[in-house]
Each structure stands twice: as structure tokens, then as C-alpha cells.
Nanobody, 124 residues
């Protein structure tokens, strides 16, 4: 059974940082591209970031580019999202997601398994 369990969310002041983690199990993590998706209150889900199976290629939504960094540890089956310079618009439920075999890594429909999410709140 595929399981993705996020952690590391919380409340932080504007300008602060958080590091999200995702523990993966039930599949060959090192063979799968992964991503992060978020959903802000009252809005639809938004793709945030992508990383390929060996970590060589990454991509980010324009809204987080230069502030967020995605990484992975294939030996530990872990995915990470380092979030710096956070602002209130980053407030959302953040999901770790496994990407399927489609070609687009920014399309939400390409992600076949999602975790339960971890809440990030940016507020003064």
C-alpha cells in the first residue's frame, strides 16, 4: 500500500522558514518522480514543486521560485521542501505527491497518490 506521510508544518511569522518532510512507503521510492502540491483556504489545489527520481531535475511554480527548495533522500525514502521567506500567501495545506508516468510534472492530474497534508500558516 502506498503511503505518504507529511510532517513539519506549523505557524510561522512572515519572512520565516519551515522545512516539510514526507516519509514514503509501499513503493520503490527511488524509481519515482515526486512533487509537492498545496491548497490554500477557499482555493483549488496548486502544484508547487517537482523533483525527478534521482534528484537531478527540479522545477518550481513561479509563486515559490527562489524561496522554496525541493530535495530527496532515496536511501531513507524521504522527500523534503525547504521553505524560506514565507509570506501569508503561502498559507495552505501542503501535500506530498507521487507522480505517475505522464510527461507533465506541473499538472495535478499527473500525481497519482497524495498524502494527508501538513498545515502551514504564515501570520504575524
Amino acid at each position: 500500500e502506498v503511503q505518504l506521510v507529511e510532517s513539519g508544518g506549523g505557524m510561522v511569522q512572515p519572512g520565516g522558514s519551515l522545512r516539510l518532510s514526507c516519509a514514503a512507503s509501499g513503493f520503490i521510492f527511488s524509481s519515482c518522480d515526486m512533487g509537492w502540491v498545496r491548497q490554500a483556504p477557499g482555493k483549488g489545489p496548486e502544484w508547487v514543486s517537482f523533483i525527478d527520481a534521482d534528484g537531478a531535475r527540479t522545477d518550481y511554480a513561479d509563486s515559490v521560485k527562489g524561496r522554496f527548495t525541493i530535495s530527496r533522500d532515496n536511501a531513507k525514502n524521504m522527500l523534503f521542501l525547504q521553505m524560506d521567506s514565507l509570506n501569508p500567501e503561502d498559507t495552505a495545506l501542503y501535500y506530498c505527491a507521487r507522480k505517475g508516468n505522464g510527461r507533465s510534472w506541473s499538472a495535478l492530474g499527473e500525481y497519482d497518490y497524495w498524502g494527508q497534508g501538513t498545515q502551514v500558516t504564515v501570520s504575524s
